[in-house]
């Protein structure tokens, strides 16, 4: 995730002994050998289809919420059966160069309207038709440049932005996202260890 210019996903690596009390030939060990092997594909290619994808954190975009080098597990499951919302970290492929991984913060929801002005966000829709003012109390600079825009979006697009505002590409400078390349949403920060935490990130109750 770079600009984060380069998100390398990092292959599951599974180290595993086995002991046997019995004599085993060189052909039966051979067997079940291939037997594990086999079993091992069936289990955990399905996860890391499906499931969960490990990313490495590359780029400042996203900082202080997530630093450069951190080791992240991603649920790709959940938006099968519930769809994004406000404030989830998610991690999804650059529109615009698919072997690129990117990882921003959702601000819009499809349907929305979405005003930026004086390093503020407003968000128009249904419930708010008049707009209100978004709360990003996780940003630590609050003055990212004097751009203004408006734009909507349809129904399958969400507008993501990096907490680092200043050190982010994101939907200010290439539009709205497709849900379609959504990947998932950080599920867990594995390393560094000192900072391990289920959700990181994650903003409860985020001015839905």
């Not at 450069?68 to 519930?82: A, H, Q, T």
Request: hydrophobic share 35%; proline share 6%; charged share 25%.
């Amino acid at each position: 995730m770079n600009e984060e210019k380069n998100e390398t996903p990092i292959e599951n690596k599974v180290e595993t002994v086995a002991s046997y009390e019995e004599e085993i030939t060189p052909w039966g060990f051979f067997k079940d050998i291939v037997k594990f092997t086999f079993l091992s594909l069936i289990i955990v290619i399905p996860i890391r289809v499906f499931v969960a994808q490990p990313f490495l954190v590359s780029g400042s975009s996203m900082k202080p919420t997530f630093h450069d080098g951190e080791y992240l597990i991603v649920d790709e499951l959940s938006y099968y059966f519930n769809t994004p919302s406000r404030g989830q970290v998610v991690v999804f492929k650059y529109p615009y160069d698919l072997s690129k991984y990117f990882i921003k913060r959702i601000v819009g929801l499809p349907g929305e309207t979405i005003d930026i002005d004086n390093n503020q966000i407003t968000i128009k829709n249904t419930e708010h038709p008049e707009g209100f003012l978004l709360d990003e109390s996780y940003i630590t600079d609050k003055s990212w440049g004097n751009r203004k825009m408006s734009i909507t979006l349809n129904k399958e697009e969400y507008f993501v932005m990096g907490d680092n505002r200043n050190a982010s590409s994101d939907s200010r400078e290439w539009g709205p996202l497709d849900a379609k390349f959504l990947t998932g949403h950080v599920l867990v920060r594995l390393l560094p260890l000192g900072q391990a935490e289920i959700s990181p990130g994650a903003i409860e109750k985020f001015n839905k």
